[in-house]
């Protein structure tokens, strides 16, 4: 049993013996610890297996598995309409967001994760705040990270691309798509009024690529998962407009279908190498109910 002294929260590193699922295992490995105590560990995201993070109450350990358990009561704590925080060290955090949050401040009082997490680092005593890496829309929930420091977030701005190896995002999108996988490329460029244009040909602006496939579909949505191959500004609205299947609540890019009043656009999965330590970082984020449920 180790103490993992490189990211700064304490962890405590096991190497499984015997095969067994991942509660029962905890529940008989971790001294003190009650059945509810270690519940709460697995849903605050504080067991790793392997280096990724589980939450699957039976997930079935094998012999020579290495497990990792979270000794910081702070991501298991923290409490917050509005975001939940997935994973946090000294030198970053990773959050899930809500709907009809801003990823950073945009005016006086509007309500942004950058305040909330800086709010949280007061409470807790930390001598941080929180430094925005990448932004999702006002109306686009799931996956972010933020730095702590301003050095980690120059580490992950100027190396974004080669730092993150995965990035995905699931969205409700009107009509029937016809092709279970496919890329679509073009440059796309902002005019005056901040709305994002896609040219075939360059138009002065930046090339983007995103691959699809379709996970569900009726005659009326399709379900869809993104791939950025590229990380452009409103890369996915105006590529699925693009296709003549814009994402369902999406009036920006010409879309009035809106059949659970959201936006339906969710980051679902982010993975990256950690800035500072190497260790490659895997996160996913539950589809929606709500995207789910036009598909039953």
């Known amino acids: 049993m180790i103490t993992n002294k490189q990211t700064g ?15 029962q295992w905890l529940t008989e490995n971790l001294t003190g610890y009650s059945r509810s105590k270690v519940k709460a560990i697995l849903h605050g995201q504080g067991v790793y297996v392997d280096g990724k993070c589980v939450t699957q109450f039976d997930f079935p350990l094998v012999k020579g598995m290495r497990v990792s358990v979270s000794q910081s009561k702070k991501a298991v704590s923290f409490k917050s309409r509005y975001l939940k925080v997935v994973y946090e060290d000294r030198y970053l955090i990773v959050i899930d967001k809500s709907v009809g949050v801003l990823s950073m401040a945009a005016g006086h009082s509007s309500l942004n994760v950058k305040k909330v997490l800086d709010d949280y680092f007061l409470k807790t005593r930390q001598k941080c705040r929180a430094h925005v890496v990448h932004r999702l829309d006002r109306e686009t929930s799931g996956l972010m990270v933020y730095a702590k420091d301003m050095e980690t977030e120059q580490i992950l701005e100027h190396n974004w691309h080669d730092i993150v190896y995965d990035r995905r995002y699931v ?126």
């Not at 929260?9 to 509660?23: A, C, Q, S, W």
Request: proline share 5%.
């Open 9 to 23: 929260t304490p962890y405590k590193k096991y190497v499984v013996e015997t095969d067994n699922t991942l509660l």
């Open 171 to 296: 969205a409700v999108v009107s009509g029937e798509v016809r092709n279970d996988v496919g890329t679509m490329a073009s440059w796309l460029k902002d005019n005056r009024a901040y709305i994002t244009y896609s040219s075939p040909v360059n138009n002065g602006g930046k090339y983007a690529v995103t691959h699809f496939e379709v996970l569900a579909r009726t005659t009326t949505h399709s379900l869809v998962e993104y791939r950025l191959e590229t990380g452009r500004k409103n890369q996915i609205r105006v590529h699925s407009a693009d296709m003549g299947h814009p994402v369902c609540g999406d009036t920006k890019y010409g879309n009035g279908d809106n059949p659970i009043d959201r936006l339906c656009l969710h980051a679902y999965r982010l993975c990256f190498y950690h800035p500072v330590t190497h260790e490659r970082m895997e996160f996913s984020s539950a589809i929606p109910p709500g995207f789910k449920s036009l598909f039953k």
